[in-house]
């Protein structure tokens, strides 16, 4: 069960959590992100920007409340460049310390009282780290709302003020990000924001994980799932997206994901 929402104190953030079902485990698809985590049994954590999906294992009624930061937004709330958390989960006490701690007694007094009864949803595609369905397998919890102080509040308020201490994102980032997701040239990106290729490519390591081109094919995918998942055949998905025919969607989406569109998408009639 899975449910999301905007993070009002930063733009482009999303609050999300989960409740895993324990049966299986959950592909978290890359999206270019680095998310603040806390789970019921691990704790806090970092997940880095992901050039593969990431399988995600959970125990039954293990609970996940994440903040999820736009591209290029991470690396000013954590405080080192993206290229070292690339493909990483890291506990968070690992890179603040006596900080980690603080914000850990901080969710501690903030949980109980926000993981009761109330309606929830299955997650989108590729959406971290919500619970797998399958047939046989008892219900999840269900999720409760958003009001009042939760742990989702916490983490965006600790966020918020690491990103007002640091001066904010650095702006290259959101433009970078924006102009690939739209579908722009690498060699285009680069002329709008005013960088070389080289220092493009120096500047998105430190803010996204990856190269540019790495970002351009992960957020095309994105795009063209968000695109798939909502009634558009395969085939025309391929030319709205830019890629050459729909064999080549599902060669690129297989290289990152690890299985083929059709394995991503919602049941027909669901």
Known sequence: MYREGPAPGIPGAVRWASVSRGDAPVRVLPDGCLDLLWSSRSGLLVA?????????????????????????TGPAVFGLPADELRDQRVPLADLWGRAAADLADRIEA?????????????????????????????????????????????LEDVARGRLRAAGGPDPIGARVAARLAAGATVAATAAEVGLGARALHRRSQLLFGYGPKTLARILRMRRALDLAGGGTPLAEVAALAGYADQAHLTREVKELAGVPPTHLLPPAGA
């Open 110 to 154: 903030a949980d109980a009282p926000h993981f009761g009864a109330g309606r929830a949803r299955h997650r989108t595609p590729g959406r971290p780290p919500a619970a797998a369905s399958a047939g046989g397998s008892p219900p999840a919890p269900a999720l409760a709302g958003w009001s009042g102080p939760s742990v989702a509040a916490v």
């Open 48 to 72: 880095g920007p992901d050039r593969t999906a990431h399988l995600s294992v959970g125990v039954p009624g293990e609970r996940w409340v994440g903040l999820r930061l736009p591209p290029g």
